[in-house]
């Protein structure tokens, strides 16, 4: 079954609603809702709101994800990425968009930004040992696996 995404619209700035811009697409395109241009400085970074908020269904996710194209062609990405956002969150969504590139970018009013997947999770059990089980991997750590 399909969840059911609500969303809402907050701000001064319109943007178009989120959208997939395939059928076999997984994340669902934000907009920035910028009243003007704003540009990022190469390392530096800006919080670019959505004008959205959303009620993310129980049980689900909202994983925001870097745009391919952005990533490639300017060396923009998202600081904490992927960023999630959780099912009981209701104030408006925002991207921390950085310009790891080496000229600054400019994003533009209601430009897509980011993506959003919709994720099933998962709440553990937690319990406190005194041993936890034996692995061939052990307590090897970065790199341990040769790579």
């Known amino acids: 079954m399909q969840p059911k995404l609500l969303l809402k619209r907050v701000g001064d700035v319109e943007v178009p609603l989120p959208a997939y811009q395939t059928p076999g697409s997984a994340g669902l395109d934000l907009c920035a809702a910028l009243k003007e241009r704003v540009s990022i400085a190469p390392g530096m970074r800006r919080l670019i709101p959505t004008g959205l908020a959303m009620a993310i269904p129980r049980g689900y996710e909202g994983q925001v994800r870097p745009r391919s194209g952005l990533a ?4 923009i990405s998202i600081v904490n990425s992927p960023g999630t956002i959780d099912s009981d969150y209701r104030g408006e ?44 991997r052990g307590a090897g750590g970065y790199g341990s696996t040769g790579v």
């Open 72 to 75: 490639l062609k300017h060396g």
């Open 93 to 136: 969504v925002a991207i921390v968009l950085i310009n790891l590139g080496q000229e600054p970018f400019v994003v533009e009013p209601r430009a897509r930004i980011a993506q959003l997947v919709i994720a099933p999770v998962t709440q553990a059990a937690l319990e406190l040992v005194t041993e936890l089980d034996d692995t061939a």
